[in-house]
């Protein structure tokens, strides 16, 4: 069984002016160690896609099941329950705590989930670790880069070990080169184990991911395998000569 199975599944706003399908009928299974690129056009349905999954939102129809868990069947507490402990969420705009250092950034999660203040900590700080971050615990967001302060928040992602990562165009906000760091470490993270799903709109960030889904108009029109370009620049054109690649811009 698929980590993430979608069948039908259905979101439609009502609104005074009509309906909007903001996703129509959407078949989607998502192995657990995958990493997924979904890709799509402003409007195509890709964060409705991320909420429901993220049982941030529910479906209109459809049926949804996380880890063998039809969402469902679940009520408002479970629901939450499921979300705290199975999935961590990374966003454009990092959405940290402004007077909050790292560490206290990264224990949110944890701060919810009822852990004790000596385990938040200590599990905040492996999670800064392992982002690169060990050394900047007591530094706030406006004290941190735009690339530091999204380890943060991946950080913060980490912490209560998911077994999904969902990032919502986690590089939007970021230049090329600091992007290619943050798809580096959800690289790394994957090899480790974790399943990703990044939505973006940039093919470049899209060549990361092994499998690229496509949506338009709440719909997929595309899903593809391909062997993921590395980028820590190990192999850059993602296992093909350069030649083979035309389109593909030379790294930095
Ligand atoms: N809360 C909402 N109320 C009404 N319409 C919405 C709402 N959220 C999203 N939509 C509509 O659903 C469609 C898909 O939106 P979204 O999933 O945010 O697209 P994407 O992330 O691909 O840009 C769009 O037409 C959008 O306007
Ligand atoms: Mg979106």
Do not use: W
Request: aromatic content about 2%; some cysteine.
């Amino acid at each position: 069984m698929a980590l993430i199975e979608a069948r039908g599944l259905t979101r439609i706003h009502h609104l005074d002016s009509g309906r909007v399908v903001a996703l129509d009928h959407v078949d989607l299974d998502i192995e657990a160690g995958d990493m997924v690129a979904v890709m799509g056009p402003s409007g195509s349905g890709k964060s409705t896609l991320m909420n429901l999954i993220g049982c941030l939102d529910r479906p209109s129809g459809g049926s949804l099941s996380l880890d063998g868990m039809a969402t469902a069947d679940l009520d408002a507490n479970a629901l939450a329950a499921l979300r705290n402990r199975k999935i961590g969420f990374v966003f454009q705009q990092f959405n940290l705590l402004p007077r909050a250092d790292a560490a206290t950034n990264a224990e949110l999660p944890m701060l919810y989930a009822g852990v004790d203040a000596r385990t938040r900590r200590r599990r905040a700080l492996d999670a800064l670790a392992r982002v690169g971050l060990a050394d900047r615990s007591h530094h706030r967001p406006m004290q941190l880069s735009g690339g530091q302060q999204q380890r943060v928040a991946i950080a913060r992602a980490l912490v209560n070990d998911p077994r999904l990562l969902l990032a919502d165009e986690p590089t939007g906000a970021l230049d090329s080169r600091t992007a290619l760091d943050i798809l580096a470490l959800f690289q790394q993270l994957n090899r480790d184990g974790m399943t990703v799903v990044l939505v973006t709109h940039d093919p470049e960030v899209a060549r990361h991911a092994a499998r690229v889904v496509r949506f338009r108009d709440g719909r997929i029109v595309g899903d593809t395998r391909q062997v993921p370009a590395a980028a820590d620049g190990s192999d850059p054109g993602g296992g093909l000569p350069p030649m083979a690649r035309p389109e593909t811009a030379v790294l930095p």
